[in-house]
């Protein structure tokens, strides 16, 4: 039980940790559209990275890329909450059996 514990705890860690990546490149995403919403609508292409780049094209690329790591970010959640069940079932598994142990020795 306890080596459960400790595989669901770094599972868990995983996790969060993945959650915040996607957080991070989500909001990258949405940044680098607000900052290419400032061109004129008039203006097709921008430069980007020293490379032309269509804008409408960026930016929807961008967007699916924002939306994309949303729904990826409410899956990893998911999991997480699993992750957190499943560790929390785990240390009152282990408490339960302390306490017999504990009342069988006395």
């Known amino acids: 039980m306890e080596a459960k514990l400790q595989?669901?705890?770094?599972?868990l860690a995983t996790i969060r940790a993945?959650?915040?990546?996607?957080?991070?490149?989500r909001r990258i995403s949405e940044l680098s559209v607000k900052e290419?919403?400032?061109?004129p609508?008039?203006?097709?292409?921008?430069?980007?990275?020293?490379?032309?780049?269509?804008?409408?094209?960026?930016?929807?690329?961008?967007?699916?890329?924002?939306a994309n790591n949303e729904k990826e970010i409410k899956v990893l959640?998911?999991?997480?909450?699993?992750?957190?069940?499943?560790?929390?079932?785990a240390e009152y598994g282990m408490r339960r059996l302390l306490a017999q142990r504990e009342a069988a020795s006395s």
């Open 41 to 66: 609508r008039r203006q097709r292409r921008v430069q980007v990275c020293g490379q032309n780049s269509d804008l409408p094209t960026l930016k929807k690329a961008l967007t699916d890329k924002a």
């Open 18 to 25: 993945q959650v915040q990546s996607k957080e991070r490149e």
């Open 36 to 39: 290419l919403d400032q061109y």
């Open 7 to 11: 595989s669901t705890s770094r599972q």
């Open 77 to 89: 959640q998911k999991a997480a909450k699993k992750l957190e069940n499943e560790a929390s079932d």
